[in-house]
C-alpha cells in the first residue's frame, strides 16, 4: 500500500491509498473497494471529454441556426405590403399638404379607411396617387377646403419621397 502508485498496474481504493496488483493466479482482481487502474480512468476521462466537445458542438450549431432564422424572419417583417403602404402614402401625403399650410395646426383630412370617396389611393406597390382634401384656415382665419392630389414613390420601409403635389 502507498500514497503514489508505484506502477500501471495499482489500483487506488475508497480509502484514497494505492495497492499493487493482487497476486492470484488464474482469478480477476477483486473488484470491491477498489478504482480502474490509471491507464483506464485516462481513457475514460478522454472518452467523457470527446463526449462533452461533441454536445458543445450541437449546442453552438443549434444557437447559429436560431441566428440565422431570426435574421431571415426580421427581414421579411420590415417590409410593409399592401394596405400598410397604402395607408403609408396618404399619411406621408397629408404631411407634404400640411408643410404648404398657412396654419397646418387646422388642418382636418377625411378618414381614408371610410369607404365614402372622399379619399382616393391608387397605383403601388411603388408609386401611388392620393386624391383627397383638407379642411384648414385660409390667410383670413376661414376655413377653406382644399382638393389634393398627391403623388408618391415608396423608397423602402417606412419611407417615401414626393413626385408631384397639387393643391
Same mark, same amino acid.
Given at each position: 500500500?502507498?500514497?503514489?502508485? *508505484?506502477? @500501471?498496474?495499482?489500483?487506488?481504493?475508497?480509502?484514497?491509498?494505492?495497492?499493487? $496488483? $493482487?497476486?492470484?493466479?488464474?482469478?480477476? $482482481? !477483486?473488484?470491491?473497494?477498489?478504482?480502474? !487502474?490509471?491507464?483506464?480512468?485516462?481513457?475514460? &476521462?478522454?472518452?467523457?471529454?470527446?463526449?462533452?466537445?461533441?454536445?458543445?458542438?450541437?449546442?453552438?450549431?443549434?444557437?447559429?441556426?436560431?441566428?440565422?432564422?431570426?435574421?431571415?424572419?426580421?427581414?421579411?417583417?420590415? *417590409?410593409?405590403?399592401?394596405?400598410?403602404?397604402? @395607408?403609408?402614402?396618404?399619411?406621408?401625403?397629408?404631411?407634404?399638404?400640411?408643410?404648404?399650410?398657412? @396654419?397646418?395646426?387646422? @388642418?382636418?383630412?377625411?378618414?381614408?379607411?371610410?369607404?365614402?370617396?372622399?379619399?382616393?389611393?391608387?397605383?403601388? !406597390?411603388?408609386?401611388?396617387?392620393? &386624391?383627397?382634401?383638407?379642411?384648414?384656415?385660409?390667410?383670413?382665419?376661414?376655413?377653406?377646403?382644399?382638393?389634393?392630389?398627391?403623388?408618391? &414613390?415608396?423608397?423602402?420601409?417606412?419611407?417615401?419621397?414626393?413626385?408631384?403635389?397639387?393643391?
Amino acid at each position: 500500500m502507498s500514497d503514489f502508485p *508505484e506502477g @500501471a498496474d495499482w489500483w487506488k481504493a475508497t480509502d484514497g491509498r494505492w495497492y499493487p $496488483p $493482487p497476486t492470484t493466479i488464474g482469478g480477476d $482482481p !477483486p473488484k470491491e473497494g477498489l478504482v480502474a !487502474p490509471a491507464e483506464t480512468r485516462a481513457a475514460e &476521462r478522454d472518452a467523457a471529454v470527446k463526449k462533452s466537445g461533441r454536445g458543445c458542438l450541437i449546442g453552438v450549431l443549434v444557437v447559429v441556426a436560431l441566428i440565422v432564422a431570426l435574421s431571415l424572419s426580421d427581414g421579411s417583417d420590415d *417590409e410593409p405590403e399592401g394596405d400598410d403602404l397604402r @395607408a403609408g402614402a396618404f399619411d406621408v401625403c397629408t404631411q407634404f399638404v400640411e408643410d404648404r399650410l398657412r @396654419a397646418p395646426g387646422s @388642418a382636418s383630412f377625411p378618414n381614408q379607411f371610410q369607404d365614402d370617396g372622399e379619399v382616393s389611393i391608387t397605383g403601388g !406597390p411603388e408609386v401611388f396617387t392620393v &386624391r383627397s382634401h383638407v379642411d384648414a384656415e385660409n390667410g383670413f382665419g376661414g376655413e377653406v377646403r382644399t382638393p389634393f392630389v398627391c403623388q408618391v &414613390r415608396h423608397t423602402g420601409g417606412d419611407n417615401f419621397s414626393l413626385i408631384d403635389l397639387s393643391l
